[in-house]
């Protein structure tokens, strides 16, 4: 009789153990997929960031935006490496010349990796319309992630030919 009593206890055992294990990979996947879906958010917002930084010749949070390493290839190849040469020419040139303008964008592709790294595929407008400017590039935008924080650290601007 106590071999029946404790066959039928290390059965229950096994059944229950069996039904919490589904059960914590299932509460694991989810906990893994809202993380999954944070960082996308944050990453999201900092391409965001970026752009409307930008736009709005916002020095102080474009300055933020930007990782100490940056590298950045201008649509005519020239070449941009290190945070100083990224950042001086926007905030002193570009963000003073006397006139309007915009950079309107669409994000068309992104990818994240392990919440670390990731990079965005942007189809943009350069407008200035008091000079009848409009100017259509593809941007691509490598953004690291340190310290909880995400940073551009390569640009790469491509002009759309007609």
């Known amino acids: 009789m106590r071999k029946r009593y404790y066959a039928a206890s290390a059965g ?43 736009n709005k010749r916002d020095e102080a949070r474009y300055r933020a935006i930007i990782h100490q390493n940056m590298v950045t290839v201008g649509r005519r190849g020239q070449l941009f490496i290190g945070y100083d040469a990224n950042v001086d020419p926007v905030v002193n040139e570009q963000f003073k010349v006397p006139y309007e303008y915009s950079m309107p964008w669409t994000v068309t592709h992104t990818v994240v990796e392990d919440c ?21 590039y593809t941007i691509s935008l490598t953004l690291v992630r340190e310290h909880g924080k995400w940073q551009v650290i390569k640009d790469t601007v491509t002009d759309v030919l007609p």
């Open 12 to 54: 229950l055992i096994v059944a229950a153990a069996g039904i919490g294990v589904p059960a914590a990979a299932a509460a694991s996947d989810q906990r893994a997929e809202a993380e999954r879906q944070s960082c996308q958010r944050a990453f999201d917002r900092a391409v965001w960031e970026d752009m409307d930084s930008f």
């Open 116 to 136: 670390k790294m990731g990079f965005a595929i942007l189809d943009a407008y350069y407008k200035v319309p008091s000079q009848n400017v409009n100017r259509h």
